[in-house]
């Protein structure tokens, strides 16, 4: 599904460069569910980044669904992660002064969809998460844990193939990031999409298929 072949990103400054991911091959098959682990600051996130066409890597090349992406457009890259990829982020990136249904209904506005559509398509994806009856409460009136769900929704409202997790369980206690993990093992057994999470840990990262551990930019074999 995602190839990368050779990553290598540097972060440049008038001062300082950082190596932060260095000579990285993987290839995340469908269906799979791939956790990346390693120190903080090691190039997680930003090997995350980069599998979620978010930034661009110094060197290398990645392919999608067996297309390079040196052939898309910028536009093209802009619709295939909304269509394709779905995004969580430990600390849930929600908009505070709108619903939870509206949150969730987001994704969707980018896509033409009609609103009775987004408003079916959120409700539903908030069902699949236990939320059905926090529809109109607003982010801050929810647990982290509930929050965390909603950003779940709407990850998923539009029906993703790839679901990129960037430690969904870092701000929650270890019964609430339980919660969270039987949600996406689920999404992932049932629903047969394919997630990459990012986490530290080992505890999470045990309960996935396939486990890649990274040090200093590096992939540790
Ligand atoms: P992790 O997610 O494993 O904690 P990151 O991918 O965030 O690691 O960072 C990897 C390395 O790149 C770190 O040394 C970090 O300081 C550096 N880095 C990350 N983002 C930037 C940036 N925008 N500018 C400069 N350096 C960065
Ligand atoms: P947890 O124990 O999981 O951290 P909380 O104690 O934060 O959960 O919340 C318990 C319940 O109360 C949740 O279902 C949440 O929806 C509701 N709740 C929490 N804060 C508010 C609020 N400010 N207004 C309305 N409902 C709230």
């Known amino acids: 599904m995602i190839r990368l072949k050779n990553i290598e990103k540097v972060y440049r400054t008038s001062t300082i460069e950082t190596l932060a991911l260095n000579s990285i091959s993987l290839e995340v ?6 956790s990346i682990m390693g120190p903080s600051g090691c190039g997680k996130s930003t090997l995350l980044n980069i599998m979620g066409l978010l930034d ?4 290398g090349d990645i392919s999608v669904g067996g297309e390079s992406i040196r052939d898309f457009s910028d536009k ?40 009775d559509e987004r408003t079916r398509l959120a409700t539903e ?19 982290g844990g509930q929050k965390q769900r909603v950003a ?8 993703p193939e790839i679901i990129l997790a960037d430690e969904p369980t870092g701000n929650l206690d270890s019964a609430m990031g339980n919660e ?5 093992i689920n999404l992932n057994k049932q629903e047969g ?12 990262a045990k309960k996935t298929s ?5 040090f200093d930019g590096s992939q540790v074999l």
């Open 125 to 143: 994806a908030l069902q699949k998460v236990g939320l059905g009856n926090r529809m109109k409460h607003y982010p801050s009136q929810l647990s």
């Open 152 to 159: 779940i929704a709407r990850a998923i409202v539009g029906n």
């Open 56 to 59: 661009e890597p110094s060197k």
């Open 193 to 204: 999409t394919t997630i990459v999470m990012v986490t530290h840990d080992e505890n999470m």
């Open 76 to 115: 093209k890259i802009a619709r295939f992660r909304n269509q394709k990829l779905g995004f969580i982020f430990q600390s849930y990136h929600l908009i505070n002064d709108l619903p939870v249904l509206d949150n969730v209904e987001l994704p969707l506005l980018y896509r033409n969809v009609s609103g």
């Open 210 to 214: 396939r486990l890649v551990r990274l």
């Open 29 to 34: 098959a469908k269906g799979e569910f791939l």
């Open 180 to 184: 969270i993990m039987e949600i996406l």
